[in-house]
């Protein structure tokens, strides 16, 4: 798998970039493409508009320096998107992972499988989990109580700022563990690939985790976060949803801004819209339907 090298410099001045408000002006900012970034936001905006519930995206263009923020602040139960950030945690202890370890990583992100989320998380503890935080500059987030992992509390702008340290060369993770994390989130079942890669372009390489969780108010959080890369491509995408009236009707919010930003960015290169995923209206099972 190729990943699109970015210079050192630019990823220093990109990981202090402030996420900007939404604002009248629009959700979008770029120093050098002030006129995409606008372009960018209208189609964002359009997305949402008229949609139930409520939603977040936060959007980060390398290659053009354009980064969008709507409600990006605001604090969401994470469900199963979560998984990243714990194996975050786990590989920022700098050490080589076991075979139990990896096995345990391998089924967490690409099945989403909650028992092994699970003994990771007990296995981590939240002190190790709060000291990756605070590393990686996720200062909004807040980890669920005691075992309840899916009710950890996340905002997109800090979901962004994962990804950067995901796919940028720093001192958070080494090379090898962000490639690591990459690798498992392009290895997603196909169930679950749905979200921010529909309407991505043809050849660019994505990397997802989704999360879906129906609570007691019987709405759904549906979330999605995901990064591009290649054929001269680098950008990251974070779309957040609450008190969504079923979970296909999230995954279709979701989808509405992923092909929004695809194709604002990309008009040249439009792929054909994929069919509708098979998505079942079943639980992640990251939070016990009693909790």
């Known amino acids: 798998m190729r990943f699109l090298r970015v210079p050192v410099a630019l990823c220093a001045v990109l990981a202090l970039l402030p996420v900007p408000a939404a604002r009248a002006g629009g959700p979008c900012a770029s120093a050098t493409r002030p006129r995409l970034a606008a372009s960018l936001g209208r189609q964002v905006a359009a997305a949402l508009r008229?949609?139930?519930?409520?939603?977040?995206?936060?959007?980060?263009?390398?290659?053009?320096?354009?980064?969008?923020?709507?409600?990006?602040?605001?604090?969401?139960?994470?469900?199963?998107?979560?998984?990243?950030?714990?194996?975050?945690?786990?590989?920022?202890?700098?050490?080589?992972?076991?075979?139990?370890?990896?096995?345990?990583?391998?089924?967490?992100?690409?099945?989403s499988d909650n028992d092994a989320a699970s003994a990771l998380w007990r296995q981590i503890g939240r002190t190790r989990m709060n000291r990756f935080l605070v590393r990686a500059g996720m200062r909004h987030t807040r980890l669920g109580p005691t075992h309840f992992w899916g009710?950890?509390?996340?905002?997109?702008?800090?979901?962004?700022?994962?990804?950067?340290?995901?796919?940028?060369?720093?001192?958070?993770?080494?090379?090898?563990?962000?490639?690591?994390?990459?690798?498992?989130?392009?290895?997603?079942?196909?169930?679950?690939?749905?979200?921010?890669?529909?309407?991505?372009?043809?050849?660019?390489v994505w990397h997802v985790k989704n999360g879906w969780l129906p609570r007691h108010?019987?709405?759904?959080?549906?979330?999605?976060?995901?990064?591009?890369?290649?054929?001269?491509?680098?950008?990251?995408?974070?779309?957040?949803?609450?008190?969504?009236?079923?979970?296909?009707?999230?995954?279709a919010t979701i989808e509405r801004v992923a092909r929004a930003v695809h194709g604002t960015l990309n008009p040249a290169d439009?792929?054909?819209?994929?069919?509708?995923?098979?998505?079942?209206?079943?639980?992640?099972g990251s939070v016990p339907p009693w909790a």
Not at 174 to 203: E, F, N, T
Request: glycine share 8%.
């Open 151 to 204: 009710l950890t509390q996340i905002t997109a702008n800090d979901e962004l700022r994962l990804l950067r340290v995901l796919t940028s060369h720093g001192t958070v993770l080494s090379d090898k563990a962000r490639r690591y994390i990459l690798d498992l989130m392009h290895q997603v079942i196909p169930q679950q690939r749905w979200g921010v890669p529909a309407g991505r372009p043809p050849g660019v």
């Open 217 to 251: 108010d019987r709405y759904w959080r549906v979330h999605s976060i995901g990064s591009f890369s290649g054929r001269h491509r680098d950008y990251l995408i974070v779309v957040l949803t609450q008190d969504t009236p079923s979970m296909r009707y999230g995954v």
């Open 270 to 284: 439009r792929s054909a819209l994929p069919p509708e995923p098979q998505v079942r209206e079943e639980s992640d």
């Open 50 to 111: 008229g949609r139930a519930g409520t939603e977040s995206v936060a959007v980060l263009d390398r290659e053009h320096g354009i980064v969008c923020s709507v409600r990006g602040d605001r604090r969401y139960d994470s469900a199963s998107v979560v998984k990243v950030t714990i194996l975050g945690a786990l590989l920022y202890q700098r050490r080589g992972l076991t075979s139990r370890e990896k096995a345990l990583a391998r089924r967490m992100i690409t099945r």
